[in-house]
């Protein structure tokens, strides 16, 4: 059973910088797709970043040069590098891991059929 933890949330000011991590376990995390999303209050879930087990990245437009996705599969983590922040940005975040997924942009877009999810990370962008 694959099990997701994520860390690094908390209150930033707008044009702040936060990084979450995603601890994978209970599988080798090599093969797995991992995407980060985000669902702020009333409003739907989006799918934020997703990165493959080679590396390919697919970005949600609200967030293109902002933040970036990284792997480090010796650690079995996973990181969301987010850089000036938003109010906007504000959300709970979570990680997820699938291995039955097309494409980056698929599981970023359709997170309907992702098995493993994180218990997720608020992060408040507020001055």
């Known amino acids: 059973q694959v099990q997701l933890v994520e860390s690094g949330g908390g209150l930033v000011q707008p044009g702040g910088s936060l990084r979450l991590s995603c601890a994978v376990s209970g599988d080798n995390m090599d093969y797995y797709y991992i995407g980060w999303f985000r669902q702020a209050p009333g409003k739907e879930q989006e799918g934020v970043l997703c990165?493959?087990?080679?590396?390919?990245?697919y970005s949600a437009d609200s967030v293109k040069g902002r933040f970036t996705i990284s792997r480090d599969n010796t650690n079995s983590t996973v990181y969301l590098q987010m850089n000036t922040l938003k109010t906007e940005d504000t959300a709970v975040y979570y990680c997820?891991?699938?291995?039955?997924?097309?494409?980056?942009?698929?599981?970023?877009?359709?997170?309907?059929?992702?098995?493993?999810w994180g218990q997720g990370s608020q992060v408040t962008v507020s001055s």
């Open positions: 990165i493959s087990y080679l590396g390919d990245t």
């Open positions: 997820a891991a699938s291995t039955w997924v097309p494409n980056v942009q698929e599981m970023c877009m359709n997170s309907g059929g992702i098995k493993y």
